[in-house]
């Protein structure tokens, strides 16, 4: 997950330790060369800051500075967390589906702060899609 405030994005690396090659690869979908990334001491981060000239503030884990200032992320991995866990018994293999359904209402909510709105916008997507979709399909 990452975030500049305004606009976040999340994809799935995979189980257990982050991979560089991964990072980079999610990483150049989302991010400009040349951004300054913050975050903790996340060794796998090295090749993808190296390869896309990023500027990189890194905190050690656990001090007052890195939670003042990661707070941003934080919040986001918290407002996820509370999603997932409203949404019980969900199929582990849709999880990026419901990443992505999160990431598009935190976005959104974000520039309207009104979820109806977000709501709505929503569903009109999804019909716009269908009925895109199934023309596509005759």
Known sequence: ?????????????????????????????????????????????????????????????????????????????NRFKFFINKHRGFKKDLLQDYINLFIFIDNENNEENDLYKVTMKLLKMMFEYKKTSKDAGE
């Open 1 to 77: 997950m990452a975030t500049d405030k305004k606009i976040s994005f999340a994809e799935i690396e995979g189980k257990g330790r982050p991979h560089r090659d991964k990072n980079y690869s999610i990483c150049q979908k989302h991010i400009t060369e040349g951004s300054h990334l913050i975050g903790d001491e996340d060794t796998s981060m090295t090749y993808t800051v190296e390869c896309m000239k990023l500027k990189r503030t890194m905190y050690k884990g656990g001090t007052e500075t890195s939670y003042k200032e990661l707070v941003p992320i934080d919040q986001l991995c």
